[in-house]
């Protein structure tokens, strides 16, 4: 690919209606003609290019058997934390390319811990190579939740873009959302106002904590506009369906999720071993049920577009609309709230002129499109907070690894690991890398930086596909952020945040 190519992200909605220079297929583009300092992240090559970089041993290494992965595993999770374990290493061995291990790992994981991690804009690029890595059950690294928590099937998250499956399943995920396209904005603006409506007379007896509206909002909007299931027609499902999801993804996750406090005891206690799926399925099963009962128009489109089996479509659904809808947005939402509250340069103000001057008659795909700075708030909140921070890949095959710095030999075999909070924050690509700057992906620079904005599977430039690991729901998860700061600014002038909770909100005035 050539570096002068332009870098295209296509939105697949039909009922856009952009300006004719911009319409084609029924699908909005947007082109950023760039030239950037590196090898472009969407390349694939068989054969890597020549490098003018000295070829380097990776350093660091694993330690004494089981010592070397616990030493580690307690320094990840409790001593030293993600980040700064990570930073740490990187900074004692002088490179950004390193071996360490992550857990879980002893004493009852039956896993390699082993890595080779890649902390920088360049090495990181070659999770994306699917000529370079294979991503068949690597989502949270060598080891893998029981298939028992997805119906005893290996979701498309776990499959490798040479799997035959992986093409059914992802096509059908991307076209789910293309559908959903005629409902996307009426229902958030509904789910937001009944929220808003919700939180508001409670303020005037104090802080009101916006973790339970936030992620009943998530709910419902993710079940209408991804399986076309309304939680209203179930009790039970709008009473208790997020917590249901909350529980279902808590379970097969906790394992690997770094907890700083009360340790030693949860390394003891929750980190030392799986969790069985029974503790989690009757929430599944109800689950099940609710996609299975009210979804089954987008079950049928599964059958009979993409032949998928009707459980091979649920347990897919449920898996996107949990893990990647509701998991992703209810960690994205409190970063992206965060970022407002805690902000000191006055940036509601300028979000809020921008939205007001530029709404016109209000929310519509056409309107995102001009909000330059709320967009460019968003990536920057993915910048720093990605929501999910570790990628892996499976080597396919000997191939040489460049850094900024070096050149790496790289074994069949081997896991690469990549921690994003800190591939973000490379230097060499991005200014002042570990301050909030709002604006910092607007304007021309800005666009050309979105090449190196790893959030997705890969680069916010590149375009989820049947033959890439890129979420199919990259360009909905920033667009329905835009759409949450774009509603949140037209029905206030400001909002005051502390913590996880609204304090007060000022109203535009008469």
């Known amino acids: 690919m050539d570096l002068t190519t332009p870098f295209c992200s296509p939105i697949s909605f039909k009922h856009l209606n952009p300006p004719s220079k911009l319409k084609s297929n029924n699908r909005i583009?947007?082109?950023y003609s760039s030239q950037p300092p590196l090898t472009s992240p969407t390349t694939t090559t068989s054969q890597p290019p020549?490098?003018?970089l000295p070829v380097?041993?990776?350093p660091g290494g694993y330690g004494l058997p089981l010592l070397g992965p616990l030493a580690d595993r307690l320094d990840y999770a409790w001593f030293q934390g993600t980040e700064t374990f990570f930073k740490k290493r990187s900074e004692r061995h002088s490179s950004t390319v390193f071996r360490t291990n992550v857990p879980p790992s002893f004493p009852f994981f039956l896993v390699n811990p082993n890595v080779i991690a890649v902390l920088d804009v360049k090495s990181f690029a070659h999770m994306f190579d699917m000529d370079l890595v294979d991503k068949r059950n690597v989502l949270v690294g060598d080891w893998m939740p029981s298939t028992k928590f997805t119906g005893d099937r290996?979701?498309?998250?776990y499959l490798d873009p040479s799997e035959p499956q992986h093409e059914q399943?992802?096509?059908?995920?991307?076209?789910?959302l293309k559908q959903s396209s005629s409902v996307w904005i009426p229902t958030l603006t509904t789910l937001l106002d009944a929220m808003w409506d919700s939180i508001e007379p409670q303020l005037s007896a104090g802080p009101v904590s916006y973790i339970i509206p936030l992620q009943k909002f998530i709910f419902a909007f993710s079940s209408l506009t991804i399986a076309g299931a309304d939680p209203a027609n179930s009790p039970d499902i709008a009473e208790n369906g997020y917590i249901r999801m909350d529980r279902w993804l808590a379970v097969q996750l906790l394992p690997s999720i770094p907890i700083n406090a009360l340790?030693?005891?949860?390394?003891i206690f929750l980190h030392s071993f799986a969790y069985p799926f029974f503790l989690v399925s009757g929430d599944y099963n109800?689950?099940?049920?609710?996609i299975e009962t009210e979804g089954k128009e987008v079950i049928s489109r599964a059958e009979t577009e993409f032949k998928l089996s009707k459980d091979d479509?649920?347990?897919?659904?449920?898996?996107?609309?949990?893990?990647?809808a509701f998991g992703g947005f209810s960690i994205f939402f409190l970063s992206l709230l965060n970022a407002l509250g805690t902000d000191k340069t006055g940036i509601q103000e300028k979000l809020r002129k921008e939205v007001r001057e530029k709404s016109g008659s209000g929310l519509s795909f056409r309107f995102v499109q001009e909000l330059d700075l709320v967009q460019s708030f968003v990536y920057e909140t993915l910048r720093l907070n990605p929501p999910v921070p570790q990628q892996y890949g499976r080597a396919r095959k000997d191939f040489d690894l460049s850094s900024h710095d070096a050149v790496f030999k790289v074994k069949k075999g081997e896991l690469l690991c990549g921690f994003q909070a800190l591939v973000m924050k490379d230097p060499k690509v991005f200014d002042d890398p570990e301050t909030f700057i709002a604006d910092r992906f607007t304007g021309e620079k800005g666009k050309e930086l979105l090449s190196y904005l790893f959030w997705s599977n890969g680069p916010q430039s590149g375009t989820p596909t049947v033959s890439n690991k890129q979420c199919a729901g990259k360009d909905f998860v920033t667009l329905t952020a835009t759409l949450f700061l774009a509603h949140l600014f037209l029905r206030y002038d400001s909002v005051t945040i502390d913590g996880t909770s609204f304090t007060a909100v000022e109203k535009p005035k008469p």
């Open 56 to 58: 380097r041993p990776i």
């Open 169 to 176: 399943i992802k096509a059908f995920a991307i076209d789910t």
């Open 154 to 157: 290996r979701v498309c998250a």
């Open 313 to 324: 479509a649920i347990h897919n659904l449920l898996f996107i609309l949990g893990f990647n």
């Open 29 to 31: 583009i947007f082109c």
């Open 286 to 290: 109800k689950l099940y049920e609710f």
């Open 263 to 267: 340790q030693p005891l949860v390394e």
């Open 50 to 52: 020549t490098s003018s």
